[in-house]
């Protein structure tokens, strides 16, 4: 999967966003969000990697089945992965720990601001 493949990808999911929060040109990062304001995916563009929000139970199995899978990056290790694009990660496998993360920040708010998001 190239980055705007993932663009692509990740703003397909309903209410999602995206941002470059930081603005000094060393960092190539584009962070996507669900319209809450919380992160699902934070991409390096020039190194060509992820950090997706994940279940816990995943991160260890994914890191022990993809050579293209470690430890986040500056991010809680128990519950993000690291992923490179282009790697041996099946771009399928990819699209659903990104839906994955999605679902997982979805789930975080209430029935209330689901719906007022109109994510239910």
Not at 17 to 23: C, D, I, L, R, S
Request: proline letters at 4%; a negative charge.
């Amino acid at each position: 999967m190239n980055v705007e493949e993932l663009r692509d990808y990740c703003l397909s999911l309903h209410g999602a966003e995206e941002n470059a929060p930081w603005t000094e040109p060393k960092y190539q990062m584009l962070v996507t969000f669900v319209a809450g304001g919380k992160w699902f995916c934070l991409a390096d563009i020039d190194k060509k990697f992820i950090d997706v929000k994940c279940a816990p139970e995943q991160i260890v199995e994914m890191q022990e089945k993809y050579r293209g899978a470690f430890p986040a990056w500056h991010m809680n290790k128990n519950h993000w992965l690291g992923v490179e694009l282009e790697s041996d990660v099946p771009d399928d496998v990819i699209c659903q720990l990104l839906k994955g993360g999605y679902e997982l920040i979805v789930k975080s708010f209430s029935a209330k601001k689901r719906k007022e998001l109109g994510l239910m």
